[in-house]
């Protein structure tokens, strides 16, 4: 089976965002709560579903992905761009047109999905509309990302991990008995990318770094390749320590260890 290159993406902010619908207590705004995935839009009516927005100025996009969302086998999403709020409602610069939603098809125990757009090249917009249509009920999504792909020039070391953190706890007492403290199961992953160019250091990476810390939220596809498994490669979450760049006996030449807590 064929694997790409992880990439990684920075959400672009989403301002003014606007609905056809939306049901009481989950209002569209929820998609621009990075930090605060429990939260969703959730629409109020059967039938097609819209939101529209923008970036507060213009900014170049390839990437789209509408996270953790009820979408079902039938569920389509279409992504328009352009420099005003009626040309995206209307005959917008790029048009993806209507694309499945779950794509490839799987199926997965807890009814969520995400959608995965590559454009081609990075369009310059200020405004965004998405549309879904298809869905059978009130459709509801958990978070909207907009941005530009970060891709390295080469691939992660093969000793990366995929795992899991809880961030809950068990102990047992001194008298055997086991003490749970709740909390969630989290994904992890963590790996190296140990041949990178002084170019996407300085250019690519170091941005990214000094743009999250380690607050902010960052979408991470670590095998972009059309395959049953992309939605179980797709991560969004922090990174638990920030990338430094490590000098390699190549000259120009350095290394970047990421580790990131997922949240779906």
Not at 209 to 220: E, F, P, S
Request: one cysteine or more.
């Amino acid at each position: 089976m064929a694997i790409r290159k992880p990439f990684f993406v920075v959400p672009v902010p989403l301002e003014g965002l606007n609905a056809g619908s939306a049901a009481l207590g989950q209002p569209v705004h929820n998609l621009a709560r990075e930090d605060a995935v429990a939260l969703t839009w959730r629409s109020e009516f059967d039938g097609a579903h819209w939101c529209t927005g923008e970036f507060g100025r213009d900014q170049p996009i390839d990437f789209c992905a509408m996270l953790a969302a009820n979408a079902q086998p039938g569920t389509t999403i279409r992504l328009r761009l352009g420099a005003t709020s009626a040309q995206v409602s209307g005959a917008a610069p790029f048009d993806s047109g209507a694309l499945p939603f779950i794509d490839p098809a799987i199926v997965r125990d807890d009814g969520l999905y995400h959608s995965h757009l590559e454009l081609p090249q990075p369009i310059e917009a200020r405004w965004f509309r998405i549309d879904i249509a298809g869905h059978v009920g009130p459709f509801e999504a958990s978070t909207l990302v907009l941005g530009r792909r970060i891709e390295p020039g080469r691939f992660y070391d093969r000793d990366f991990q995929r795992g899991v953190e809880d961030l809950g706890a068990a102990k047992f007492t001194q008298w055997g008995v086991l003490n749970i403290e709740p909390g969630v199961t989290i994904r992890t992953v963590d790996f190296t990318l140990a041949w990178q160019t002084e170019t996407e250091i300085v250019e690519m990476f170091e941005p990214m770094a000094r743009q999250l810390g380690t607050r902010g939220m960052v979408y991470l596809c670590f095998d972009p390749e059309p395959h049953p498994y992309r939605q179980a490669k797709t991560y969004f979450g922090v990174l638990k320590k920030p990338p430094f760049a490590k000098g390699r006996p190549k000259p120009a030449t350095f290394a970047q260890d990421f580790a990131i807590q997922s949240v779906i």
